[in-house]
């Protein structure tokens, strides 16, 4: 026995010495290869070079369809201008269009930083991003120059390279963008065409910034988030996963509803590229457009925003499809309402939560076999919860807000005490760019701080209440404007509703509504009221006294409703 125990022992030795001291020339060598989603585009043109990568109707109104190799061979062409140009800080001012695809990866891949912008802020605030994040040059789309004559004056040595968005690519019709990516490619020829070898489609630390997208800003200047190659990488894998980007027989046909410059698109350029999917492109928001290109593209999946979907089931081409189509769902709480719509038309929601500090989402409402026997709403009302941490990402917890910093206690997991959602893990950003004490506010305690208020459930899933700057308090009760919203868009005739606190002498605060109506409908505010009174599932002390049906709620570019402007509107005491 002592022979065996000895021979087991100088085995366990063997084991221990390899385990805790590899190999000097395994660790520095190459076999670990840092995470960059640059190279899913370099792989998939490999691999399939003549799949249909990209789909496009063009600002002339011509069908653009591109493969593969040539998405690809168009992002190197850049990637090599931008080197000869020495451009490393490279700003997008764009709507979704190939361009702005195929500038993500060439940006990347010449070891520049992208700094996308939202087209649809006021030029003060664009000339200042693009001025805090110090570009050097900048691709912008033709219709949206106009936005940049302010930056232009204070600016005059940032390049500008415009983007017609045609369906050429040499003559008359196309642009500097195109001239762009010819003079690239005649460089790499020139310098011995090493293609994407002498590029950094493997980046050589995966630690280092790619991008620096910047927050919404409603309440004060954009915030640039700084993006990692690492952390890029495993988002953009966690949404292949979530969002079953490859769990079809056929090819991935991804339409772009969702914003690329809104968290690099919650990293699906990437995702998209790595399963070798074809990326519809979409100069705007167009629902009939949307409609025809679900029936006749056979659209597999696409990202939205709730109140895109509740306009894209309201709108009247909508009709249930013959096969179902996969919406990433997230931006604000959606309710059970119209997760129930949704499933109706064969578009089958995957609910999703984060921030563009988590590089978009982070979080996943999973729907269990076992909810199929439940009630519709409860059914529904289980899938709006915001659900558990993403596959590459830490579980969520919810900690008690007003503890002394870096103090973190948790919630209990009863589903009723409010506490804020934060993150740990690899898809949190790295911090803000050249803001060290809103970094350390962000981080405070280890862990990333959301600022908006859940509850956690038994199950482990959390369920949004509202941010912390959006609970009512109304005589001691906290009203979540977000569980308000949800029951008053159950009225038969309501598209939209927004839920704001307003001054109360008695109460302190009260809720007021704001809503719009469905087309070809009516409603008078009273009858609303009376209804919400009525409504066994709105209690008392939440209905709102006020109600205002408006023409249109205000909306951020992402389809978050602007609560700081319905709260400047009741001020005001009306809609301007």
Not at 284 to 295: A, F, G, N, S
Not at 548 to 560: C, H
Request: with cysteine; glycine share 8%; charged share 25%.
């Amino acid at each position: 026995m002592s022979g065996a125990t000895s021979r087991l022992k100088t085995l366990l030795g063997h084991l221990t010495s390899a385990a805790t001291t590899p190999p000097a020339e395994y660790v520095h060598s190459h076999h670990i290869h840092q995470l960059s989603p640059t190279f899913f585009l370099e792989r998939a043109a490999a691999i399939e070079p003549d799949a249909p990568a990209i789909y496009h109707v063009t600002a002339n109104n011509k069908v653009l369809r591109r493969s593969y190799i040539e998405f690809a061979d168009r992002a190197r062409g850049l990637a090599y201008f931008l080197l000869k140009r020495e451009f490393k800080r490279v700003g997008i001012l764009a709507t979704n269009t190939p361009a702005f695809l195929e500038s993500i990866f060439g940006i990347i891949a010449a070891r520049g930083v992208v700094v996308p912008v939202n087209y649809r802020l006021k030029p003060d605030d664009i000339t200042y991003i693009f001025d805090f994040a110090e570009v050097d040059s900048i691709i912008v789309d033709q219709e949206y120059e106009p936005l940049l004559e302010d930056f232009k004056k204070s600016h005059p040595n940032v390049t500008f390279i415009i983007d017609t968005d045609t369906d050429a690519t040499e003559g008359q019709l196309c642009g500097p963008f195109d001239e762009a990516i010819l003079e690239g490619l005649q460089y790499d020829t020139a310098q011995g065409a090493k293609g994407w070898a002498g590029l950094h489609s493997q980046c050589s630390d995966e630690d280092d910034m790619l991008a620096i997208p910047f927050t919404s800003g409603t309440t004060s200047r954009p915030k640039g988030v700084i993006y990692t190659h690492r952390g890029a990488y495993l988002a953009s894998l966690a949404n292949i996963i979530e969002s079953g980007l490859n769990y079809n027989n056929g090819r991935c046909r991804y339409l772009w509803t969702l914003p690329m410059f809104h968290a690099m698109g919650w990293t699906f350029p990437w995702s998209i590229t790595a399963v070798r999917g074809t990326h519809y492109c979409l100069r705007k928001i167009d629902y009939p457009l949307i409609w025809k290109l679900l029936k006749e593209e056979k659209i597999t999946h696409f990202n939205a925003a709730p109140t895109v979907n509740t306009l894209l089931c309201a709108s009247k081409e909508a009709e249930k499809l013959p096969e179902p189509v996969r919406v990433t769902v997230a931006a604000s709480p959606p309710t059970a309402h119209l997760f129930q719509q949704m499933t109706d038309l064969n578009l089958h929601p995957v609910h999703v939560y984060g921030l563009t500090e988590t590089y978009g989402p982070i979080t996943k409402g999973y729907p269990m076999p076992e909810w199929d026997a439940l009630p519709l709403n409860e059914k529904y009302g289980k899938m709006a919860r915001q659900g558990h941490g993403f596959v590459t990402s830490l579980p969520i917890r919810i900690i008690k807000p007003d503890q002394p910093d870096g103090v973190l206690i948790d919630v209990t997991k009863d589903g009723k005490e409010i506490g804020e959602i934060v993150f740990i893990g690899n898809i949190c950003a790295k911090g803000y760019y050249k803001d060290a004490e809103a970094t350390r506010k962000l981080f405070l305690g280890g862990v990333l701080h959301s600022g908006d208020l859940a509850v956690w459930h038994p199950d482990g899933s959390a369920q949004i209440q509202d941010r912390a700057k959006d609970i009512i308090i109304s005589g001691g009760e906290n009203i979540s404007s977000v569980a308000l919203e949800s029951m008053l868009v159950q009225h038969p005739d309501v598209l939209e509703a927004g839920v704001v606190a307003v001054p109360d002498s008695h109460w302190g605060e009260r809720p007021k509504a704001y809503l719009t109506v469905k087309e070809g409908k009516r409603l008078e505010p009273q009858d609303m009221i009376n209804w919400a009174k009525n409504n066994s599932s709105i209690s008392k002390f939440m209905v709102p006294r006020e109600v205002e049906v408006v023409d249109e709620l205000p909306k951020t570019s992402t389809g978050k409703i602007q609560k700081n402007v319905l709260r400047e509107w009741s001020k005001k005491g009306r809609k301007e």
